[in-house]
């Protein structure tokens, strides 16, 4: 369209003006066609706009008179509008749509791709004319919203009795910040409540779950169903994720057995059931029990030799006398990189080694703390130090150091580091600028 040069000015300010409110209302969409310019007045005769309804808390009062319709024109339950309610004051995400309130399978699903994918297999397996709801808790909600969000499911399930039973699956992937016992500990406060209602409506339960304080959370829910007296089965990530949807639908059998407190079935590095076998590394090629040991009490340790005029002379010991890595190496990660080592603690619990392998973190950039992070099912506290000489002082079983150092900082660091041989034996070092630059590396 052309614009008259008188016009110019208030076509601007109107312009302007209406990015403003576009931008301060929160809009997402907004169409004004047509509109009319005259020399000093402008007329919107027709628009169409959307508001995003999840600004309801920050826009609610500016809006005023806005009420946003239920998707496809279908009427709110009372349960999806609490939830909804639930999820706009929390900073976890709550999602519920009732989809066939008389359907037979029920989810209770952690994370929005994993909801997805956990409705996808029930409904490719032949369950979507049963399938009774859609949605997902996420964001490491607490345990009081956990619990609000199950009972409301629970509520809606059991009110309708089915001769053939219902099922209820609590799935989900490998949390990674999400601490599955807390969220656990509200889905258990959530079934205690109705016991009877589950045993009435001949409810099963197939959970599996992964993450943070996995071992403790599923134990909760195994020693729940003990209780409540309802057919509760319950395993870790050893299972493939989505594999408890058949066995609720009884189209794969369910194992006898379920394990989860180790983490998996399988170390996939050593071999089935067997935590001690290394490929080239058994206890005879190394010698027995005798040798081994006396290698591990010189481990790290440096020898003495006189040379011809009597003087002691260090040297380092040869690889036939010392072992690089072991079940017992500790460590030092160089960084505050908390998702690492979080991650390093979560595989020796696979390998099932009895103590972490991070001895400690060293950040130049803040002062002595601790910081608490799962091994397993128990907490336990990582010192960081901000001086690497003070923490090789306090550990010197370490020796090993995988740095996170930056570009501008990882010369100066590996120069410190070499500067302590007799602990040091190993400098790893992740050149995490690059990685970022790539694409590769999630922080």
Not at 97 to 109: A, D, F, K, S
Not at 255 to 262: G, V, W
Not at 399 to 418: C, D, G, H, N, P
Request: one cysteine or more; glycine letters at 8%; proline letters at 4%.
């Amino acid at each position: 369209a052309v614009v008259s040069t008188q016009s110019t000015g208030v076509t601007a300010n109107f312009i302007s003006s209406l990015f403003k409110l576009y931008s301060d209302l929160f809009f997402t969409y907004l169409e004004i066609n047509p509109l009319v310019v005259t020399n000093n007045q402008i007329y919107a005769l027709d628009m169409a706009a959307k508001l995003d309804d999840t600004a309801d808390y920050l826009c609610g009062d500016k809006w005023r008179v806005a009420e946003f319709p239920a998707p496809f024109g279908r009427k709110s339950w009372p349960e999806e509008e609490y939830i909804k309610d639930l999820d706009e004051k929390s900073g976890a995400s709550l999602k519920l749509t009732i989809l066939n309130p008389e359907g037979r399978v029920w989810l209770m699903v952690a994370g929005g791709g994993a909801s997805v994918i956990f409705s996808d297999t029930v409904c490719d397996l032949g369950g979507a004319s049963e399938i009774a709801n859609y949605g997902e808790y996420s964001g490491a909600p607490s345990e009081s919203q956990t619990y609000e969000y199950a009972k409301t499911i629970l509520s809606l399930m059991t009110r309708r009795p089915d001769d053939k039973g219902k099922c209820l699956i609590i799935g989900g992937g490998i949390a990674n910040f999400t601490n599955v016992a807390s969220t656990f500990k509200g889905i258990v406060r959530a079934l205690t409540e109705y016991k009877e209602q589950l045993q009435n409506n001949k409810v099963s339960i197939f959970v599996r779950r992964g993450g943070p304080n996995y071992q403790e959370g599923l134990t909760k829910m195994k020693n729940c169903g003990d209780m409540l007296g309802v057919p509760m089965h319950v395993f870790g990530p050893e299972e493939h994720m989505t594999s408890i949807v058949g066995m609720a639908l009884g189209k794969t059998p369910i194992p006898d057995t379920q394990e989860f407190a180790s983490g998996i079935k399988d170390n996939f590095l050593f071999g089935k059931h067997d935590v001690t076998r290394r490929s080239g590394n058994s206890e005879s090629e190394q010698g027995g029990p005798k040798e081994k040991r006396a290698r591990n009490e010189n481990r790290g340790k440096v020898s003495e030799v006189k040379s011809h005029g009597g003087k002691a002379k260090a040297r380092t010991m040869s690889p036939s006398q010392y072992n690089l890595y072991d079940k017992t190496t500790t460590c030092f990660v160089y960084g505050l990189q908390l998702k690492a080592v979080q991650g390093m603690l979560d595989f020796d619990c696979a390998c099932r080694r009895d103590v972490p392998s991070v001895a400690g973190i060293i950040n130049p950039f803040s002062a002595n703390h601790n910081v608490r992070l799962y091994f397993g099912s128990k907490e336990v506290n990582v010192p960081v130090y901000k001086n690497m000489s003070e923490a090789i002082q306090r550990h010197p079983q370490a020796s090993v150091i995988i740095s996170f150092a930056s570009l501008r900082s990882a010369y100066t660091s590996t120069l410190e580091m070499l500067k302590y041989p007799e602990s040091i034996k190993c400098i790893a070092t992740l050149f995490v600028d690059l990685l970022y630059q790539s694409g590769s590396f999630s922080a």
